[in-house]
């Protein structure tokens, strides 16, 4: 069970990585696109560095009820 752990973690720092490299945490994500193509990327981990290049370019968040 730690193996898996230790690997996950390692995924998610490679995906971290990734998206720093592409310049992802230089500033606020300015919508909601910004932040899932940031989730996305470090979601993907190593895949980023085999051509993957996920990018949300819609999102709709759900409005608050009154």
């Known amino acids: 069970m ?3 752990l230790v690997l996950v973690l390692v995924w998610l720092v490679v995906g971290a990585i990734a998206a720093g490299q592409r310049g992802y945490f230089r500033s606020e994500p300015g919508d909601c696109a910004g932040a899932g193509t940031i989730v996305v990327t470090v979601l993907a981990g190593p895949l980023n560095y085999f051509g993957v290049n996920p ?3 819609d999102c709709q968040l759900p409005q608050p009820s009154t």
């Open 2 to 4: 730690r193996i898996v």
């Open 55 to 57: 990018k949300v370019t």
